[in-house]
Each structure stands twice: as structure tokens, then as C-alpha cells.
């Protein structure tokens, strides 16, 4: 569109969000240069995005951990002392100090922090749509001049993700809770399966893979961000560690056990949906398939025949079995529609479940 102000943007930081971000950029016409500490991280990434050199960039991406950032900005903001600067680390804080302890930076310098990612790593892990419908918070100072925050806001439409502004403390408290806590209780949970036989983790269902399937995320990242927020995540800790007391106390009493998954469903409820606001209440279409190929896409086509959306898919299936359980969630409408429809043409369901 000719009304775009961002043309040229170099990236700091060949990594996962790094690199994601250049490869959604290059589809909408802009210049990226990728750079990077590792040479082979860097000539990856270029070559993944066709990446060019780019003089007085618009704007400098900042994509390392928060750790690193204060000796990388010093050197960035000397080679680009009119671009505009962002950060997309997970911590806000510690950004917004060192940025106003350098003279003139906060006019131009937006901290952010993209609410997207992957258990794995790497530019070879990057993806053109990983910010896509996802939330990406910014934590402005006052100081930040219009223009500034004009290139910023460009750049997070072009990604397709949604503006959110927070204060730096706010945002510090926010992502504790919401992403921080999740990956240490996800790679404690984990930790206690060294050890299994063999024969049992082949019983394993889709509740421990999806307890602990951010347990796969990198420690060298997530070591930064957890010291970086330390300050917000103890006491979230000594929480969790509370209630594990309590768990382990009331482990001769049913109705406290009760009492305690009940407070755990009340906060899981509070999640929104995938469209935002209250989660919705779906109904649950348990259908039994052969274990051969086609088949899931087989029932996926008749889902599009009978205008039937899937709002999610969960499978199960043991070792050596010649069957598979899928069961799809569905709103109730779609859950009876669909249930008539494929009893009617031969599929093997089940009744309805809430």
C-alpha cells in the first residue's frame, strides 16, 4: 500500500521470533536484513527470507534475551541513531530502565513483546504466520514520538497480530502468571517422568502430552526469561508450592481433594475461547475409526459436506491397536447434526458427551 512508512528494518537476532518476524515482513514488500552474533544463525535466516543489506533501517528489531540487550542497544543505537528501535523479549521492566538511562532513546524506542512462539526453537523453526491472530503488547514510555509508534503499529498488522498496551510492571506481572508459571509447572511435571519404564510411558495419553508439551521449550531461552522475572514469579511459586502442600494434606480426605480440582476447573474456566470472551461450553463427538489411512480426512470432508465446525481434535490410540478413538468438540447443534449425519452413512460414534 503507498500510504506504508516501513520500508527497511534490520533484525538483531536470528532465532525463532527473529526470524519469523523477517519472513512475514519480506511477503509484504518490506527490506529486512537479518543479523546475528552466530554467523551460520544469520546466513540461515537470509537465506530463509532472501534478506539484503539495509542502510539507516526504519526500524531495528531487538530480538535476544533481555540479558543480552543493554551492550547490544549501546552498539545499535550508535550505528542507527535516527531508526526507530524495538525489543521482543518476555520481560519489560529491565528494558524500559536501561532504555531511559540512555539519552534521547525512549523518543524512538517501543518495548514489546509478541505473544507467540514454539516449543522449538531456531530460525529453521520460523514461520511467516506465527504472530497471526496472536496478541502483541507494547509497554510505550511517555517520551515515545508519534512517529515512532506509527512504525511499530505498522509493523504488528503486517505480522497480523493485535496491538494490546501495557505498563512495563503490568506486563511483568501479566506474563508470570499466564506463560511463566505454565512452562516451570510444565517442565516440573516432566521432570518427574525420568526414570519410567519404557512400558508404561506407553500408556501415556493425551493429557500428559498436553500437560507437558511446552516441557520441550529450550532451557538456554527460558533460563533468561524466568531470572529476568524472578522478582514476579516467587511469590506465584510459593503459591503453586502451597497448594501442592495442601494436595499432599488432604490426600486422605475426598471432599478437600474435590474442593482443590474444583478451584483448579474454576480457573481454567476463566481462559477465553479462541475467539476471546468466556470460553464456550463444547459437546464432545467420540467416533471410533480403523487405523488406516484417509480416514480422518475422510470424516473432515464430510464435516465441510454438512457445514460442521471443528472447534477441536483430541486422538487416541494405543500400541498395537487396529482402531483409534477421535473425538471432536463441537457446539451442540453441530454435535447432533454431525452425529445423525455420519450414524446415518455407516461411522462407528458414540453417543454425545458434555
Known amino acids: 500500500m503507498s500510504n506504508n512508512k516501513l520500508k527497511t528494518v534490520r533484525i538483531v537476532g536470528s532465532g525463532l521470533i527473529g526470524t519469523s518476524i523477517g519472513l512475514g515482513l519480506v511477503q509484504r514488500g518490506v527490506s529486512v536484513d537479518m543479523v546475528d552474533s552466530d554467523p551460520q ?6 537465506d530463509l527470507i532472501g534478506g539484503v543489506g539495509v542502510a539507516s533501517p526504519d526500524l531495528v528489531v531487538l530480538a535476544m534475551p533481555t540479558t543480552q540487550l543493554p ?11 535516527q531508526s526507530t528501535f524495538i525489543d521482543v523479549g518476555s520481560v519489560k521492566h529491565e528494558v524500559v530502565l536501561h532504555v531511559e538511562s540512555i539519552s534521547g532513546l525512549s523518543r524512538r524506542f517501543l518495548p514489546t513483546h509478541p505473544m507467540a512462539g514454539r516449543e522449538i ?13 496472536r496478541s502483541w503488547i507494547l509497554t510505550p514510555g511517555t517520551e515515545v514520538d508519534s512517529s515512532s ?5 505498522e509493523l504488528i498488522a503486517h505480522l497480523g497480530a493485535t496491538p494490546i498496551e501495557l505498563s512495563a510492571l503490568d506486563h511483568d506481572r501479566a506474563v508470570a502468571r499466564i506463560s511463566h508459571l505454565p512452562q516451570i509447572a510444565s517442565s516440573l511435571i516432566a521432570k518427574q517422568l525420568t526414570g519410567t519404564p519404557p512400558e508404561w510411558m506407553e500408556l501415556a495419553g493425551q493429557g500428559l502430552r498436553d500437560t507437558t508439551r511446552i516441557a520441550g521449550s529450550d532451557e538456554s531461552l527460558w533460563k533468561e526469561i524466568i531470572y529476568s522475572n524472578r522478582n514476579e514469579l516467587q511469590q506465584l511459586l510459593i503459591n ?10 488432604s490426600l486422605g480426605n475426598p471432599d478437600e481433594i474435590a474442593q482443590l480440582i474444583a478451584q483448579g476447573r474454576a480457573g481454567k474456566a476463566l481462559i477465553p475461547g479462541k475467539h476471546g470472551g468466556k470460553a464456550r461450553e463444547y459437546f464432545y463427538l467420540p ?8 480416514q480422518l480426512g475422510a470424516i473432515f470432508n464430510e464435516c465441510a459436506a454438512m457445514d460442521v465446525n471443528v472447534e477441536d481434535l483430541n486422538i487416541e490410540h494405543s500400541p498395537g491397536q487396529l482402531s483409534a478413538l477421535i473425538t471432536l468438540a463441537l457446539s451442540q447443534s453441530d454435535a447432533e447434526k454431525l452425529s ?9 460414534v458414540h453417543p454425545i458427551r458434555k
Do not use: C, Y
Not at 509508534?149 to 503499529?153: A, F, I, N, P, T
Open 240 to 249: 503453586l508450592q502451597n497448594d501442592v502442600q495442601l494436595m499432599i494434606d
Open 149 to 153: 509508534r506509527e512504525l511499530v503499529l
Open 340 to 348: 445423525t449425519h455420519l450414524t446415518s452413512i455407516g461411522w462407528n
Open 41 to 46: 544463525a544469520q546466513s540461515l535466516a537470509n
Open 71 to 81: 551492550a547490544v542497544i549501546e552498539v545499535e543505537n550508535l550505528l542507527n541513531p
Open 287 to 294: 467416533i471410533v475409526i480403523d487405523d488406516k489411512p484417509g
Open 121 to 133: 526453537g531456531g530460525a529453521s523453526s520460523a514461520r511467516a504466520d506465527l504472530f497471526q491472530g
